[in-house]
């Protein structure tokens, strides 16, 4: 064997190690994932139904003897209290929401209505409600 062919053998063998550590590094290095995509939630029973107001679908009777029109508010608070805003009147109360079915309670009063939480949409005592997402106003009362 001549001096050439030993030089090539020994740069062949370097370059087959160098190949062997950089393919034993890639497989063995910790590997980046994408970040995963968020699963799209379906809420079912009471999920949803809290932190954000409703507002009546079609305007109601808001005044004294029913004399102005206008919508109506309700918001349900994580602590099992809501608040309902007819006109201006604002009602304070307790509620309990199982499987969509809320029942709430002002003084002596019981009132019921159904969640929808795929929808986000109420039924309240009849009335139809969404989710309300405009900012108040600027002398609206603190229920929103």
């Not at 030089?7 to 980046?32: D, G, H, Q």
């Not at 139904?49 to 508010?73: D, F, H, K, M």
Request: charged content about 20%; some cysteine.
């Amino acid at each position: 064997m001549t001096n050439k062919h030993k030089w090539l053998i020994i740069i062949i063998n370097i370059c087959a190690s160098i190949a062997v550590v950089v393919a034993a590094y890639l497989w063995t290095r910790p590997r980046k994932h994408p970040p995963e995509k968020p699963v799209p939630q379906i809420m079912t029973g009471c999920q949803g139904l809290t932190g954000i107001g409703y507002i009546s679908v079609e305007e109601r009777s808001v005044g004294p003897q029913g004399a102005a029109r206008g919508n109506w508010y309700i918001r349900f608070r994580d602590d099992g209290k809501f608040s309902w805003q007819l006109g201006d009147t604002i009602e304070d109360g307790t509620y309990t929401c199982e499987n969509g079915e809320i029942t709430g309670m002002i003084g002596l009063g019981t009132f019921s209505g159904t969640y929808r939480a795929s929808e986000r949409t109420l039924n309240w005592e009849g009335v139809y409600y969404r989710i309300y997402d405009a900012p108040p106003a600027k002398d609206a009362p603190e229920l929103f």
